[in-house]
């Protein structure tokens, strides 16, 4: 039987960091059980060989580890049953969004540590083994195995890379969408929209053929330009409309990108709605039949060029959202 283990999710959406976990699992894993998810977590089973994999790429998690169960508050005499790896240990407690005030982190962690250090010496400078306590629709605990160094994607921002535009998606999320979408180790991945590359260094980062396009040849000698500051390769490159991409690209798995918006674009001299447009009837030509497509727009949309798979929607600030769409190619259905 294979293992069970808990994503402590982060909270950047509601929806985004579980599908995005499973979407991950997914992609990793010929097998796999999704199990439960709740407020701020999901639990699944695969095999104990597929977490590097799934740690390696996912964007919004905060940790992995092994699942110890669901407890309540109250009640936590099962505990006495659970049988932890050799070594020293320490419990690190977080509350999910505020939830479960009334229960006492502290006085949880002592009753909880008392019970495990009959079987197991506590060491709270440098355990063995960390145990993680997250409070939100109960108390769940988990052996973390793989903490997210999300870290590692603030040194590709925008500001960090030698080529860049103030506009510009977070790596974070721009490996999110990437992972939304499912797309594998191997694949090939097009930005038609590419400016100053972050999708296409997430997806070759990810271990992707990485492809971008433009018409604005500046972005494109950019793009390559970050490329090779982080020493990764890009698959193919061209300078080329959106309208045209059909005709320069084809049998490409999965397609990424983040269209123009906002007055300061450029744009060519087009309409920007009327780029949307264009993009979403050019897309579809240029992905393999069971292709897929992640697009983000400031509104919500459903194409009738492609099968709107999910949509996830991100606050950004005052009445700016962003909309990540997934959508699958129409013949594939």
Do not use: W
């Amino acid at each position: 039987m294979d293992p069970v283990f808990f994503f402590e999710l982060s909270g950047e959406s509601k929806d985004m960091p579980r599908a995005e976990a499973a979407r991950c699992i997914e992609a990793e894993c010929a097998r796999h059980s999704i199990i439960g998810t709740g407020p701020g977590y999901l639990t699944a089973s695969f095999p104990e060989e597929c977490l590097d994999g799934i740690a390696d790429r996912i964007a919004l998690t905060h940790s992995i580890g092994r699942y110890l169960g669901a407890y309540d508050p109250e009640d936590t005499g099962d505990l006495s049953n659970m049988l932890l790896p050799e070594g020293t240990f320490a419990i690190r407690a977080k509350r999910f969004e505020g939830m479960m005030k009334d229960a006492d982190s502290q006085k949880l962690i002592r009753d909880i540590g008392g019970i495990l250090s009959k079987k197991n010496d506590v060491d709270l400078r440098d355990p063995d083994v960390i145990i993680r306590m997250q409070m939100c629709d109960k108390i769940h605990l988990f052996i973390e195995e793989r903490a997210v160094d999300r870290n590692i994607m603030e040194t590709r921002k925008v500001g960090e890379r030698p080529f860049f535009s103030p506009i510009s998606l977070h790596p974070k999320y721009a490996r999110a969408l990437i992972n939304l979408t499912g797309a594998k180790r191997g694949d090939t991945v097009l930005d038609p929209f590419c400016g100053t590359g972050g999708i296409v260094i997430e997806a070759a980062e990810m271990g992707m053929k990485a492809i971008a396009s433009d018409f604005d040849e500046e972005m494109v000698l950019g793009c390559r330009e970050n490329m090779d500051f982080y020493g990764l390769e890009l698959h193919d490159h061209e300078v080329v409309d959106i309208r045209d991409i059909p005709n320069r690209f084809s049998e490409i798995d999965v397609v990424i990108t983040d269209p123009p918006y906002g007055r300061s674009t450029k744009t060519g001299g087009d309409n920007v709605l009327d780029i949307h447009k264009i993009a979403m009837s050019s897309i579809p030509n240029v992905l393999t039949s069971s292709g897929r497509a992640g697009i983000i727009l400031p509104y919500e949309t459903d194409a009738s060029t492609m099968k709107l798979d999910a949509v996830f929607r991100q606050h950004v600030h005052g009445s700016l959202s962003r909309y990540y769409h997934v959508f699958n190619n129409i013949r594939s259905s």
